[in-house]
């Protein structure tokens, strides 16, 4: 049976991808004891951090990449153009100890167009006698936190403070209780967009199953929590998600099998057969009931 990966969303802030930086410079390279180079507002020469493998020398510069969604809000992520990369490397040149390697460990998504263009920096860097050229994406680190589990515990206990099992379970907790705080789960069935709602119902799911919480508009994720109810700790907690998922799958099949015959839309309402109306309504009852039960059980505030 393969192993369930999950998912990582990029830390917020920049301090918290270079302590993660290096914890996954340690494991990559049994290194002990890599080094951060200067604090905040110190030149650095394009490195963050530093150390030694196989008696090569080794840095890394740490860029937390940013773009802003319609709202002006920072979104992780971002994009690593040709430009970016060669001022990146150029200014890593000035390091001293002179590099063997030079690594940019970005939390971008990985861009098979900048690879390429990297591959032949690294070639042409290499023939100069300079310094080998390598790229680590968000997706690369992603693969080293599901490859190495006591960087992925180190991880969440020293760098996100998740510090025991309860806290992982809530952190999932409270994505889903904002995933269950929309119009979907709040509004009478009658005032919802048939579109919208069944939207509503698939994009919670999936939050309830790989961790995803997607915003409506945009479709892009704006909060993740570790693999959703599959990495769940609390077995009972884990159950209770799982029905609710499934009380969402009900209430999906029964609103789109009787949209057109028992459910006619009605100029910005829904008309809804009476004998109908109370069976859609338990089904969205009992998946809140579900989360809201699992919610109790950590102490948190109920949907």
């Not at 029905?243 to 459910?263: H, P, V």
Request: hydrophobic share 35%; charged share 30%.
């Amino acid at each position: 049976m393969s192993r369930l990966t999950q998912h990582f969303q990029p830390p917020l802030y920049w301090q918290q991808f270079e302590d993660l930086t290096e914890g996954i410079f340690r494991y990559t390279f049994d290194c002990p004891k890599p080094q951060k180079i200067g604090r905040p507002g110190q030149s650095q020469d394009g490195v963050d951090v530093f150390g030694l493998h196989r008696n090569e020398k080794i840095g890394i510069q740490c860029k937390r990449m940013d773009e802003l969604d319609e709202n002006n809000h920072p979104y992780p992520g971002g994009i690593i153009t040709k430009k970016f990369l060669r001022e990146a490397i150029k200014e890593a040149e000035s390091f001293s100890p002179q590099l063997d390697i030079w690594i940019l460990a970005t939390t971008a998504k990985r861009d098979g167009k900048i690879q390429s263009y990297a591959r032949i920096l690294d070639d042409e860097s290499r023939k100069n006698g300079g310094f080998g050229i390598q790229l680590w994406f968000w997706d690369d680190c992603i693969t080293d936190l599901n490859r190495h589990h006591d960087l992925q515990r180190w991880y969440y206990d020293q760098v996100i403070h998740v510090r025991t099992t309860d806290d992982q379970d809530s952190l999932i907790l409270e994505m889903l209780s904002e995933a269950f705080s929309r119009a979907a789960f709040r509004s009478p069935l009658y005032q919802e967009s048939p579109t919208e709602f069944v939207q509503a119902l698939k994009d919670t799911q999936c939050a309830i199953n790989t961790g995803q919480l997607k915003d409506r508009e945009t479709r892009r994720v704006i909060r993740q929590a570790v693999g959703g109810r599959n990495a769940v700790v609390d077995p009972e907690i884990r159950d209770l998600l799982r029905l609710a998922d499934e009380q969402l799958q009900k209430l999906r099949e029964a609103f789109q099998e009787n949209m057109g015959g028992r459910i006619l839309q009605s100029g910005w309402m829904l008309v809804i057969d009476p004998s109908l109306l109370p069976e859609l309504e338990q089904f969205r009852k009992d998946a809140i009931g579900a989360v809201n039960k699992a919610v109790q059980k950590l102490n948190l505030p109920p949907i």
